[in-house]
């Protein structure tokens, strides 16, 4: 039976279960790394945003913090 265990990794690689009375299980397993929160929801937004942000008036809006253009 398949089991989805959350762990913290320390610095030193050791693995910690989180939450109360969890043992990790002897024995074979597989790790999956996760990204740090944060910025997933920037990724995944960027496409649609960028429809927008691409567009010429946005430049135009924009132009004066461009002291150069």
């Given amino acids: 039976m398949l089991q989805t265990l959350e762990v ?3 610095e030193q690689g050791r ?11 002897a024995g ?3 790790l999956t790394l996760l990204a740090p929160a944060g910025n997933e929801t920037a990724i995944l937004s960027e ?10 008036e946005e430049d135009e809006a924009w132009a004066y913090l461009q002291p150069g253009k």
């Fill in 15 to 25: 693995v910690h279960p989180i939450g109360e009375a969890v043992k990790l299980p």
């Fill in 8 to 10: 913290e990794i320390d």
């Fill in 47 to 56: 496409a649609a945003l960028a429809e927008d942000w691409l567009k010429p």
């Fill in 28 to 30: 074979p397993a597989l």
